[in-house]
């Protein structure tokens, strides 16, 4: 392995050992750190800002479509899964199981689990069951109906490999459920949410996403289908950042939702289920960071702009500081998409160790302020998705006329940057030699590289898919939405060479 540049303030950088870079920028960023619970994080409070940023948005427009918030128990009777045959199968090896309700001490006066209660219960990993055990109470008539139930909380699901924000043993999420009369209206929300989660991606996190539904293969146990949003990070893995899935009759059934139609005719409800969770912060970092720390994207970073004061003489200090408080004063008045701008001040004597702090953290703006800044009525400006040696100099009142449209820049090239990126690793394959070359690490010592998203074409049968999962680790990530993009045109499959009437995404995935 080389020796990373000196110029970098993580290390190892992205191109020499991306796992462990990732590690390093939550860590230099002050996201986030492992707890003492094997696979969970503590979020520390610059990473659950950006989260609260998230909530807020997705929460409002769930809000403008009529869905009401709501809380379910954590734990799940195991009585409840087993109702659905496919999905207590999909998350029978993740769930955490409580088989005892006290402690006592034992005979080496350490303390042993008492009290074994009479059903074991599931930290829930998803509330699809205990959810629809409530519908089945609310649900009596067509009258009652449409349902739309969101809840923000916590899940467990017990990995065996985990990674901070990307694959935890406990995570933070939203999980939307909803019950409907007719599984057109329950389709048609299954969809109206996945362009929720394509605006949160695109407009917000600045992360370009492709949009299409899962193989059977790769669906929500227990779903007739699930729509999805797939990302590629800088490794040129996918990352699944949204769901939203049509659970046709399966869940009422199973928790028996029935209401009567307009004829008095006993009928099974139609269901939905969609998340979004803290997954999305990894996603952020992958897709936008450097070997510089983390770049936070404007409209949903922890802080929009930090000002530094430059004080080299104590004399100085009085008239800076008034001058960088009214400053912030005036920044925080300003209006930036319907929010006041985030603004910090760090007033720190550390020297460069201070601007550094803010460039691993990924703030959009670094502003200084020092003597010759008061004399000019001025500032100097870093932005964080140029060279962090790349200063402007602005007078006050322009940059606070500014302050927005800088950002907005910002967030556009931060997004074309990553469309870009995209781009150039989404390639047409048509032969299975240049599909298995695609994914094959032509660096043996860099196994998380690869080609990137491979369209090829796929007959539909689940042996071909089986046989690339099992011989590459390639999953089929989506059969994406848009056609005139992505070449809907028949070909043969990459696996069998048999008819396939159209291309898919096939990827390594997080």
Not at 33 to 59: H, Y
Not at 129 to 138: E, V
Not at 350 to 361: E, F, H, L, T, V
Request: aromatic share 10%; glycine share 6%.
């Amino acid at each position: 392995m080389t020796t990373p540049s000196p110029q970098t303030a993580i290390r190892p950088t992205r191109a020499e050992d991306y796992p462990e870079w990732y590690q390093q920028v939550i860590k230099a960023s002050d996201m986030a750190e492992n707890s003492p619970v094997r696979g969970c994080m503590v979020i520390k409070p610059w990473g659950f800002a950006l989260w609260e940023n998230i909530t807020r948005i997705v929460d409002a427009r769930l809000k403008a479509i009529g869905v009401r918030n709501a809380y379910f128990p954590i734990f799940i009777p195991l009585n409840f899964l087993e109702k659905e045959a496919q999905h207590v199968e999909g998350f029978a090896k993740e769930c955490a199981v409580v088989t005892h309700h006290r402690l006592e001490k034992g005979a080496d006066g350490g303390l042993v689990p008492a009290g074994p209660l009479t059903e074991p219960l599931i930290v829930r990993p998803t509330s699809e069951t205990i959810i629809g055990d409530s519908f089945s109470k609310w649900v009596k008539s067509y009258r009652d109906l449409p349902i739309l139930i969101n809840q923000w909380g916590n899940v467990v699901r017990w990995e065996m490999r985990t990674r901070i924000f990307l694959r935890t043993s406990e995570f933070l999420w939203h999980e939307g459920h909803t019950v409907h009369a007719t599984a057109e209206e329950a389709m048609r929300l299954t969809e109206t949410i996945l362009d929720i989660y394509v605006d949160l991606a695109e407009n917000f996190l600045a992360i370009p996403v492709i949009a299409g539904k899962k193989s059977p293969a790769e669906r929500f146990p227990g779903a007739d289908e699930t729509l999805t949003i797939e990302a590629m990070m800088q490794d040129r893995k996918a990352l699944q950042a949204g769901t939203s899935h049509f659970l046709g009759q399966n869940f009422a059934r199973a928790q028996q939702i029935k209401y009567q139609d307009a004829n008095e005719q006993e009928q099974f409800a139609w269901t939905t289920s969609w998340a979004v969770s803290t997954r999305l912060l990894g996603g952020l970092i992958m897709t936008h960071g450097d070997d510089d720390g983390a770049i936070l994207p404007p409209r949903v970073a922890s802080s929009h702009l930090v000002l530094l004061p430059i004080i080299r003489k104590a004399a100085d200090q009085g008239r800076i500081m008034e001058y960088v408080e009214s400053l912030a004063r005036a920044l925080r008045a300003v209006d930036y998409h319907g929010e006041p701008l985030r603004v910090e001040v760090d007033a720190r004597d550390s020297g460069g160790a201070r601007n550094w702090d803010w460039i691993k953290k990924g703030i959009p703006l670094r502003v200084e302020i020092g003597p010759r800044d008061l004399a000019n009525d001025a500032v100097f400006f870093a932005r964080r998705d140029r060279d962090h040696r790349d200063k402007t100099a602005m007078g006050r009142a322009e940059f606070i006329a500014k302050a927005g449209e800088i950002l907005d820049e910002i967030q556009q090239r931060l997004h074309d940057r990553a469309l870009a990126f995209q781009q150039a690793h989404t390639r047409k394959i048509d032969t299975v030699e240049d599909f298995y070359a695609y994914f094959t690490p032509r660096n043996k010592e860099r196994l998380e590289i690869h080609g990137g998203f491979a369209l090829a074409h796929w007959c539909g049968e689940p042996g071909c898919e089986e046989k690339i999962k099992a011989d590459l680790g390639v999953t089929i990530r989506c059969l994406p939405f848009d056609e005139n993009r992505f070449a809907p045109a028949p070909g043969k499959c990459i696996a069998c060479g048999r008819q396939s009437p159209r291309r898919v995404i096939f990827a390594k995935s997080y």
